[in-house]
């Protein structure tokens, strides 16, 4: 019963999940951000296969969010902009796995 209570729970924190966080596009440039120290806009280009416009609408959001920091700067002659996650975003994406898990726990599973 306490067992069942605890799925129940989690499933009620479904909705306040992070909305930001929760897009998949915008989830799929965190994970891949999770996983690197940074990466540059190229990178995250061809790994989501989003457009350039996509992919600059929900980096756009993440920084608005804090959840990304952008770099614009120059490799030799050639624009280049980097990306990292931030201290924020790190977290926003460890509550999201924590919220996700919570919900989808079998009953009766530990």
């Given amino acids: 019963m306490a067992k069942d209570r605890t799925q129940a729970q989690g499933l009620r924190e ?12 915008r989830l799929m440039i965190l994970m891949i951000l999770y996983g690197v120290r940074e990466a540059d806009a ?16 929900h980096v756009s959001k993440l920084e608005e ?3 990304v920091e952008v770099d614009k700067g120059f490799a030799g002659k ?9 201290g924020a975003g790190r977290r ?3 509550d999201y796995r924590a919220t996700m898990q919570a919900a989808l726990k079998k009953p009766g599973a530990r």
Avoid at 14 to 25: F, K, M, N, Q, S
Avoid at 78 to 86: E, G, Q, S
């Fill in 42 to 57: 190229l990178f995250l280009l061809n790994a989501t296969e989003l457009t350039w416009g996509n992919l600059s609408s």
């Fill in 14 to 25: 479904l909705g306040g999940v992070d909305r930001v966080v929760h897009e998949p596009a």
């Fill in 65 to 67: 969010a804090g959840y």
């Fill in 92 to 94: 926003a994406v460890d």
């Fill in 78 to 86: 050639k624009p280049r902009t980097m990306l990292r996650l931030t």
